[in-house]
Structure formats: C-alpha cells, structure tokens
C-alpha cells in the first residue's frame, strides 16, 4: 500500500514518498511535470531492482518506475557514482515463488572472475 500509484503522485505531502526512493530533484521534477501537463501513467512493475555498472561492474539498488504518456515513456535513467555511466537493471530469475539474480551470470567486481564462491 506505501507504493500504491496515489502515494508516488502525492508531491504536495510533506511525507511525499518520491523525493524518498529518487534523490535527483531535476528528475523528481520532470515526473511532476509529466504527472500535471501530460496525464502520464505509471506502468505496472514499478519498485526496488538491482541495477549494475557495465563498466565496473558494480551492484546499486534503486527504484524503477516506469510512465507511459501521449504515446510516449519515461523511465529513470542512474547514473554509476564511480563511473558516472548509466547503470543497468538486473534480470532476475523466478526461484519457487521468489525472484534471484544468478551472481554466476556476472563478473565480480573486484577480481573480473564470475565465480562468486568464497574462497577462505
């Protein structure tokens, strides 16, 4: 219920959920604007992902939200704070009842090698 559609287009609350899930004020702005002048939907699928750096290779969780408008989209773009390159949602793979990312699929990010086995 916290990150019901209703609650991520209240932005006059001072508890405007939002401003909370994405730190970038320009980008905040430009969902309002897309909310108020162009009637934009938010698109089913919205919420926490893991999204990884193609160029260190490295892991950020951040909110995706997805706006369908006047045949148009918008989704938010995140940018690596190391790299400064746009980061990359992570597949997940349905497990049973529960989504995973396989961390095989992908280099470490200190070493490059793909195997994510512990070695002591």
Partial sequence: MEYSP???MNFESEFALLPHL??????IEHIKKLFLEKNSVIADGYGHKVYRCPKCD????????HLDYDGDC?????RCPK?????HPIDCDVVGEQKAINLENYPCPKCGKYSRKRSF
């Fill in 6 to 8: 209703y609650n991520l």
């Fill in 22 to 27: 994405i730190h970038s004020k320009k980008t």
């Fill in 58 to 65: 490295e892991f950020y969780g951040r909110f995706f939200i």
């Fill in 74 to 78: 918008f989704e938010v773009k995140y």
């Fill in 83 to 87: 790299c400064k390159v746009v980061l």
